[in-house]
């Protein structure tokens, strides 16, 4: 049992929304097996070809739109609820996943530092709205009016991610830090266990598959999301630990 007050940091990534059928990016059949990110997540690739670019992400709108959350995606949004009402600690959800499983589920602590496939920006006046239609080069931007400036609000590669000075100060007073279905391979996302250790975290993985910096957390818990998360979390609210 903690004495005091527990931060708690978790990061999630792709494999928390897997069960809910959504597609991750460097596994067997994942994305970027498929296609090439280079051609479909740098801001070159969206000046060479928009067209290719917008379908891609056209096609992943109307896939994510009637998604629902799984019982990982309920068990952090449940974890939050039951830390911030007894007073525990901070709490803070950051997900690299731009679906909006995490929201549907009701967690509200939360910062999508890859960006929102259900916004749109303009990239001329920066108008940043709800959206859930096709974006195509030829439709005005509602805030400027003007055509050619609207791109989905994602963070490609290149760019940099959305949040990063609230993340790093949490992760200054973080006493756990979970990552929750992610590979590790993307930066700065990766090294945040890291920072987190230098905090002097403790840091758990929670994935189907070791991770790329799998070796540099505390703890590792392997298997399907939908099971190890719900799992973590009734044994962190039952016993602390
Ligand atoms: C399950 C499961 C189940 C499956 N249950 N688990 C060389 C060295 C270091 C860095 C660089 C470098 N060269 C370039 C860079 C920088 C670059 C980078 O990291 N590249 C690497 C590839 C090397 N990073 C960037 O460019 C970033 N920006 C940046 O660095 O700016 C500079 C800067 C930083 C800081 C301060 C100032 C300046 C931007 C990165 C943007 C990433 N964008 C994408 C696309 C977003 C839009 C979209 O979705 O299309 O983000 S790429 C893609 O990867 C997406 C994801 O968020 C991200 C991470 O993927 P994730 O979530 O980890 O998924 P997978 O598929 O890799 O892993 C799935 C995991 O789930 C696995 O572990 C499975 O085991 C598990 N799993 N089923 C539980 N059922």
């Known amino acids: 049992m903690s004495i005091g007050p527990e931060n708690i940091l978790i990061l999630t990534g792709a494999g928390i929304s897997a069960e809910s059928g959504l597609g991750t ?7 970027w097996e498929r296609f090439d990110p280079q051609e479909l997540a740098t801001p070159e690739a969206f000046k060479r070809d928009p067209d290719k ?13 009637g998604a629902t959350p799984n019982p990982a995606h309920r068990a952090l949004a449940e974890l939050e609820l039951a830390w ?3 007073g525990r600690g901070d709490f803070l959800l950051v997900t690299q996943n731009i679906d909006d499983l995490h929201e549907q589920a009701g967690s509200a602590q939360l910062l999508h530092m890859h960006g929102e496939l259900l916004k749109t920006r303009c990239q001329l006046c920066g108008h940043l709205f709800a959206d859930t239609e096709d974006i195509t080069p030829g439709r005005p931007c509602p805030g400027c009016g003007k055509v050619g400036g609207l791109r989905p609000h994602v963070v490609w590669f290149g760019e940099v991610p959305l949040g990063l000075d609230q993340i790093y100060a949490a992760l200054e007073q973080v006493d756990l830090f979970v990552a929750v279905g992610t590979s590790g391979t993307v930066y700065p996302a990766a090294g945040f266990v890291q920072e987190a250790k230098a905090a002097g975290a403790w840091t758990i993985e929670l994935t189907l598959e070791p991770g790329e910096v799998s070796d540099l957390f505390d703890e590792r818990i ?11 979390v009734r044994r962190k609210l039952e016993t602390g630990s």
Do not use: C, Q, T
């Open 25 to 31: 990016f460097r596994e067997k059949g994942g994305l």
């Open 53 to 65: 670019v917008l379908d891609f992400y056209n096609a992943r709108r109307k896939n994510l739109i």
């Open 84 to 86: 911030i009402m007894a």
């Open 222 to 232: 392997h298997g399907p999301a939908s099971a190890v998360v719900p799992d973590w």
